[in-house]
Structures are given as C-alpha cells and as structure tokens.
C-alpha cells in the first residue's frame, strides 16, 4: 500500500483520547456470558480492575462455571445471575458487554437498546480504544491459519504485534494495557465478534475476508444472507487508505452479494502468486490461499519480501488444524478438529489422501449446524478406507446419504477413546487416522477445543 502511515489510521473518534480505565470506573457494566474459554473470565477482571460495578449474567449454573468463578472469587465488586437472566440487569446499567453467540433476537439485547443503552463486544470494544494498527482476519475456514501466519511474519520482521479476537482461551479487551501506538494487533474476526464491529460502524484498518462458505446456518437460521451481513462488517466502514485483502473465492463472493462501495484499496490475493520455489510447510492447496492473503496484508504493512519469505518458510501450522500428532507403527494421526464443516473436511482429505490408494481412517461426525453434507458424504465414500462417526445430528445426516453397503466399515461411537479404538482396529502401516469431523462438537464435547484435546490425549498414551 502506497503512502502508508500509521496516522491515517487513527479515525475511531475521541475513544482513542480515553484513558480505558477512566472510562470505566465506576460504571454499571452488565456481562452477557462468562463461558469457560477463558475471554469472558479476562475481561471480567479487566472490567473489575478498573472500578466497574460488573454484573455477570449467564445460563450455564455455578456449577458448570465452576473453573471460571474460582478465577473471580476475590473480586468484591462483581454480581453473578447465573441459571438464568433477569430483566431488570439490561434496564439499569450503563453498559452491556455481550460474549460472541448471543442469540440475534435476544430480548435480552433488545432491552438495554430500547433503553439506549450502549452493546458492546469485547473485540469491538478494544478497537474503539486502542491507538494501535488493526489487521482483522475473517472468513470461513482460514482465518485462524492466516491470523497466525501474518502474526508469525510480523514477528519474522521485528515488528511489535499482537494476538486478540477468536483465540482460545484469549480476551482483547485486556490488550489495552499493553498496546502503544504503532503497535501492531492481529485479530481473528467470525461474524460473531464482527457484530460488534457492526454495532460500532468501525473496521480493521486492514481487513483480510479469506473466503465465504455455508456454515452457522442453525444460529443464522439457514439464511446465508444473514450471515454475510456480519461477515461484511470487516470492510463495510474501512476509510480511504485502508486496505482490504481478499482471498479468490471470497472475492467472487462479495462481487455477487455486496451491492455497497468500499472506501478501502481492494486487493486480490492469488494462490499462483505464490512463489513455487518457496518451502513451504503447510500442506493443501487451501493453504496456499491462506498463504497468499497472509503475503497480501504483510506488504501492505511495508513489510519487506525477504522477511515475509523468511516467516512463510518457518511457519509449521496452527494446533487442531491438519497437526501431525505423531506416527505410531507406521500409521500417522492427525488432529483438524477445527475442521468444523464439511468444506473444512473436504480441504483436509484431498491435502491427505494417496490418489493411489484410500488411505485415510476418518473419524467425522458430531453436531450439526443446519448444514448440507450430501457433498462431503460423496467425498468420504469415495476416499476413506474406514469411517468413524461420533454420534450426533449430523451423523444421522452422513449416515442417510452414504450407501448402506460399503467396501469400507462404518462404525458409531460416543466417544472419543471408541472412535480412536475402531479407528486403529482398521488402519495398517502406511495409513493415516484423521480427525476431521466436518461437524460441530456439542453433546459429546464441551467444544471443538476438548475434542481435539481428547484426541491428542489419547493418541499420547498409545504404545
């Protein structure tokens, strides 16, 4: 990007004059959700640190959120409702800070609007404040590979960078006690947390939209336009000498389903520009995509091409996202949890599988998300020499659409220790056992993150 500066990307108002913990002090702030991956907890103990009368309201009981009140224990100015939400916390309060989730139609949130009471989202909430530079990454699937590979280039480039939005375990708003002006701030974005941006009419300074594909379709009740509306949100307010990075799919995507302008400079990141003679870690052609919109957004940062070459080429992957586990007797075993829909499934089989012979052991299956699987049930059929399904809605659906014959066994199980067993009872040296579920992991897992903990668990103890 020509003419870059960090000064032309300081715009978010007055927020960016405000001492945060001024801001807060003495506030009626209500929570909407606590949770137990750790974002609600560290932005709980900003908000109280900083002299906030916080109410944390959620529906899971005490004792679900037993790891995360114990955190908060010796915190005497936070209110817990939990079990349920009461009405009166969204009427009398100055401000609602709502986890990534809450239902669209929340009456909840409805409330505190028709009161004019300000909703803020912990992602959002930090870009108001912050004086660093912004690089927000979305899409589909990607966008945690990408977020990582740019962040692992800024660093390769001795730049000051930081991590934030959809991280494990990882609250934004925190980072205000860290970030300086002419920092750098990485942020994972789903449309979730790209509500609040929304809310906010702000964007990322530079936005990176990766690709779009179906996906959520139970929360956004099997609208997709709906779901592009928050997706849209990374460069719907984006200022002139703003940059927006989009991926080859994605770009299709928006020329068809976004009909406003964009004030930001518009670049296409394509997969062949990738320089071929680069060794490259990551496997699959999705990642040379990811690849190819991480090397978008680092030029535009003025980073130079030996250093974004030197970060590409060191760069070994994100945990839960086509991770080799490790090889036991010949057979490998790799953990793509992440892989939460059938696309995800679809980008890890053919970065897998031997075209000279099936050779992959699927374990898939789980919860659905209103999704259509008919695609993935012809891939997997025609791929796996075994299938293991944990059990849940969108297993049902796999089950129904993959033949009742089959040259391959199908098992079902409701667990990760049955999976893992019937899994290594069909694969034989030279194959490769993959989770790769393609399927949301409620009911039999707290998340998508325990479920590739129990798989790693799991493949450690074997012998």
Not at 350 to 371: C, S, T
Request: net charge positive; charged share 25%; aromatic share 8%.
């Amino acid at each position: 990007m020509s003419g870059f500066s960090l000064e032309s990307f300081c715009y978010y108002g007055a927020m960016h004059e405000m001492n945060h913990k001024t801001f807060f002090r003495g506030k009626k702030i209500t929570m909407l959700g606590l949770g137990l991956l750790g974002r609600g907890l560290n932005v709980a103990k900003l908000l109280s640190k900083s002299g906030a009368e916080l109410t944390i309201t959620d529906l899971k009981s005490a004792e679900a959120l037993a790891p995360s009140l114990k955190q908060l224990s010796g915190y005497s100015n936070i209110r817990f409702v939990l079990g349920c939400h009461q009405i009166e916390d969204f009427v009398s309060c100055d401000l609602v800070i709502k986890a990534a989730g809450v239902p669209l139609d929340s009456p909840y949130i409805a409330e505190a609007q028709k009161n004019n009471i300000p909703v803020e989202m912990d992602a959002s909430l930090f870009a108001k404040f912050t004086k660093g530079t912004l690089v927000g990454v979305t899409g589909t699937r990607g966008k945690t590979t990408t977020t990582y590979l740019i962040k692992h280039i800024l660093e390769a480039a001795k730049r000051k960078v930081f991590l934030g939005g959809n991280v494990r375990g990882m609250a934004t708003l925190p980072l205000l006690n860290k970030v300086k002006e002419g920092d750098i701030v990485v942020l994972e974005l789903d449309s979730w947390q790209l509500q609040g941006f929304g809310d906010a009419k702000i964007s990322p300074h530079i936005a990176v939209f990766t690709n779009f594909l179906p996906d959520h379709l139970n929360y956004y009740k099997g609208s997709m336009d709906l779901y592009f509306g928050d997706k849209a949100n990374i460069f719907k307010y984006q200022k002139e000498g703003d940059t927006l990075v989009l991926g080859e799919k994605a770009a299709k995507e928006i020329k068809a389903r976004y009909k406003g302008g964009m004030d930001g400079h518009v670049l296409v990141a394509k997969s062949k520009k990738v320089p071929a003679g680069w060794k490259i870690k990551l496997l699959g052609e999705h990642n040379r995509a990811n690849i190819a919109c991480a090397i978008e957004a680092c030029r535009a940062l003025g980073v130079s091409e030996k250093d974004i070459k030197r970060g590409v080429e060191s760069f070994a992957g994100v945990p839960g996202r086509l991770e080799f586990v490790r090889s036991v007797g010949g057979i490998k075993y790799v953990n793509d949890t992440t892989a939460t829909t059938p696309d995800g499934n679809r980008a890890a089989i053919l970065a897998l599988q031997d075209k000279k012979r099936k050779n992959i052991v699927l374990i898939a299956g789980g919860a659905d998300k209103n999704l259509d699987y008919s695609g993935m049930a012809k891939l997997v059929h025609k791929t796996v020499k075994g299938l293991v399904l944990i059990e849940g809605a969108a297993t049902e659906k796999l089950l129904t659409l993959i033949p009742k014959k089959t040259s391959y066994p199908v098992f079902v199980v409701s667990s990760m220790k049955d999976a893992l067993t019937f899994a290594r009872e069909t694969a034989k040296r030279g194959d490769t056992i993959l989770l790769s579920p393609g399927a949301a992991s409620f009911g039999v897992f707290k998340n998508e993150f325990d479920r590739g903990d129990q798989f790693l668990a799991a493949v450690k103890k074997i012998k």
